[in-house]
């Protein structure tokens, strides 16, 4: 087996190029051209996976890449996918996040129809949520241009498996964190944040919304949905969740009560950080990808809280 994955530098491609190497898959990574590398997240493996310079952004690339490597499965990971971000940039994230989704499912068709695709989806997707918890059949409500992107980007593989019968799934994954996560997010703004004022570097944290809600995960256990996804007899798409909702201020109690510290004496509400137009309450209902794929996560909240706080302890202990 050998499989493609776009995005393989980022939190969720790292883990999937790792899992799927332990599996015996030969694997290649999709990354742009730049004049500086940055592979820190598959350090580890950099030697045992194929890079290839193509971009989302440029199908003839793709369609190059697909031809050059020959895959039998494709995960399309790519996006730009900081929500805040998406109000300043939203052009650049619809062409991104939504229609870089088209321009891989073009390569595919023209190139080898018969290689089994995997669409990042989104929670985010439900935005102003229809009902709760969410699953497969909940209506969409996108509240940001990422959200939106994100809808036809799941979409338009609906609209290609079905116009094409290739075997193209979405999963649709709730918020799954990692001490491999990018420094905006919130979940590791509040680990590192923590970290410092606990090595004494900082003495405050300023954060938006504390009452937001959000189903969150451990992204090596998501990884593995994805792989059962494409493993099945049927294409189909999944909610991949945990089931249970936590507030961002359930996450920052946990995160300083771990170092022994008082989170009210250090966090800081900034009304800079909150978004134009919020989601409150998300929280998915797996049950499909539980009975279909035998998948359930295995770290719990307080093991993940834990998880990225204690590395970034260990990563400021390391630094000068």
């Known amino acids: 087996m050998k499989a493609l994955i776009t995005g393989i530098t980022g939190q969720d491609g790292s883990y999937l190029a790792e899992f799927l190497l332990e599996k015996g898959y030969e694997v290649a990574g999709v990354v742009r051209r730049s004049s500086t590398e940055k592979f820190d997240r598959i350090e580890g493996i950099r030697d045992r996976v194929t890079i290839l310079q193509a971009d989302v952004h440029d199908q003839t690339s793709m369609i190059d890449a697909l031809r050059t490597f020959d895959p039998t499965e494709v995960y399309n990971l790519a996006a730009q996918s900081f929500v805040p971000t998406s109000w300043a940039q939203p052009v650049l994230t619809g062409d991104f996040s939504g229609l870089g989704v088209t321009r891989v499912l073009e390569a595919i068709r023209q190139v080898n129809p018969k290689i089994r695709f995997y669409q990042a989806s989104s929670s985010e997707m439900f935005g102003k949520v229809r009902e709760v918890p969410q699953k497969e059949t909940t209506p969409f409500y996108p509240r940001s241009p990422y959200g939106a992107a994100k809808v036809y980007g799941h979409w338009i593989t609906v609209n290609y498996r079905e116009s094409y019968d290739l075997f193209a799934v979405s999963g649709i994954l709730f918020n799954h964190e990692s001490p491999r996560r990018g420094l905006e997010f919130v979940t590791r703004k509040i680990s590192h944040g ?127």
């Open 194 to 320: 923590v970290a410092r004022i606990a090595r004494g570097k900082a003495k405050e944290l300023r954060l938006g919304n504390l009452d937001s809600r959000r189903d969150w995960g451990f992204a090596g256990d998501y990884i593995q949905a994805m792989w059962r996804m494409l493993q099945g007899d049927e294409p189909r798409d999944y909610v991949v969740a945990t089931g249970v909702t936590h507030s961002v201020r359930d996450f920052v109690q946990k995160a300083f009560g771990h170092v022994g510290l008082d989170w009210e004496k250090h966090v800081v509400v900034d009304p800079n950080f909150l978004r134009p137009a919020e989601v409150d309450h998300l929280i998915g209902d797996a049950t499909k990808a539980r009975n279909e794929l035998a998948w359930s996560p295995k770290v719990t909240f307080d093991e993940l809280v834990a998880m990225m706080v204690d590395a970034d302890l260990k990563l400021l202990g390391s630094e000068p």
